[in-house]
């Protein structure tokens, strides 16, 4: 009976010891630990695989536990691919949890309408997504299936990066970044608008006529009628005489308006000096305004001009735009 009775006892013993030591393997390696790793799980890993490489982290107690559970959940062959931000103080549940629910790190960007290129790459350098040498060397040619830049272009990817906030895997590129804003501007642009629309204008034309309006019409509350002056414009064979092409031409902030001297700029986007649609985009145009663009109002404007509370006054006649400029001088705060 004694004898029975140990060896029994001994059985509870180790039974009680195996399950409190099972119970520990799926336990946090360090509750308290502020440690902070980033993991990137591969696409194709097997769930044997990530745990061999969490276990050698220093993330998990055992690779063993970490299969089994993963079996257990169906998630071996199911396993997000991405970069986790992972901790020592994480159990194995909140771990498995985190990669079903592919709760890969991120980096937000918001890239507003009317930015140009080197508006982007600055954000996109603040947000640690590469660095401005990197880029300078990727703004040279336009990405595949890109429209060939025309003699003149000063920068090929401009009017092509869809503005929009973007959620960027961890560890993304300069080149996977600015390729993922083409991507964008192609399914939501070209596919979306574009290639259902009726016009005579080519792509780089249209994204052109569109950055012009942009940045004439920041408000964006009269963007239709800002383009029917320039197509009209273009149709009666006269110059844009647009300041936002001259500014962008400079490439540098000019405080206030621009002197005689600011409109003699010599550059193929200044439409002071060229007529027609100038050689590529200014800007990376919002939707709204390559809309206007394709679909400008049935006006017959050819002149406008903006006050300072952001209204715009439009005119056919040269005469009526005198009058305008008139009125703007004599109310300076309008």
Do not use: C
């Not at 549940?93 to 079903?100: A, F, K, S, V």
């Not at 197509?231 to 006269?238: E, F, G, I």
């Not at 009526?320 to 109310?331: R, V």
């Amino acid at each position: 009976m004694r004898k029975r009775f140990w060896v029994g006892a001994a059985l509870i013993a180790a039974a009680l010891f195996l399950v409190g030591y099972v119970s520990w393997l799926f336990q946090p390696v360090n509750s308290h630990s502020r440690v902070v790793r980033y993991f990137r799980v591969s696409s194709g890993q097997s769930a044997d695989q990530v745990a061999a490489s969490l276990k050698e982290a220093g993330i998990i107690r055992s690779a063993l536990a970490f299969e089994v559970l993963s079996r257990w959940d169906h998630l071996a062959t199911h396993l997000t691919a991405g970069v986790y931000r992972l901790s020592p103080r994480d159990s194995l549940r909140r771990i498995l949890d985190t990669m079903r629910r592919g709760d890969v790190v991120t980096i937000k960007v918001a890239i507003p309408e009317g930015f140009t290129v080197q508006e982007v790459v600055s954000r996109l350098v603040h947000a640690h997504i590469g660095t401005a040498v990197q880029y300078q060397a990727l703004e040279r040619s336009p990405l595949p299936g890109m429209p060939v830049p025309a003699a003149g272009v000063r920068d090929a990817l401009e009017g092509y990066l869809f503005p929009a906030t973007y959620q960027f895997p961890y560890g993304t590129t300069p080149r996977q970044a600015l390729m993922t804003m083409w991507e964008t501007f192609q399914s939501r642009v070209v596919q979306g608008v574009y290639d259902h629309a009726h016009t005579t204008l080519t792509l780089s034309q249209w994204v052109t006529l569109a950055s012009i309006v942009q940045a004439e019409d920041e408000k964006g509350s009269q963007a239709s009628e800002v383009a029917a002056v320039f197509m009209n414009r273009l149709s009666a064979h006269m110059p844009f005489q647009s300041d936002a092409t001259v500014r962008y031409a400079m490439g540098h902030p000019v405080a206030g308006g621009l002197s005689i001297g600011d409109l003699s700029y010599r550059s193929p986007y200044n439409t002071y000096l060229h007529a027609g649609i100038p050689p590529g985009p200014i800007d990376n145009p919002g939707l709204a305004m390559l809309k206007a663009a394709l679909h400008p109002a049935h006006v017959p404007y050819l002149y406008f001009l903006s006050l300072r509370s952001g209204t715009m006054l439009f005119a056919t006649t040269y005469q009526q735009h005198l009058a305008n400029i008139a009125y703007a001088n004599s109310h300076p705060n309008s």
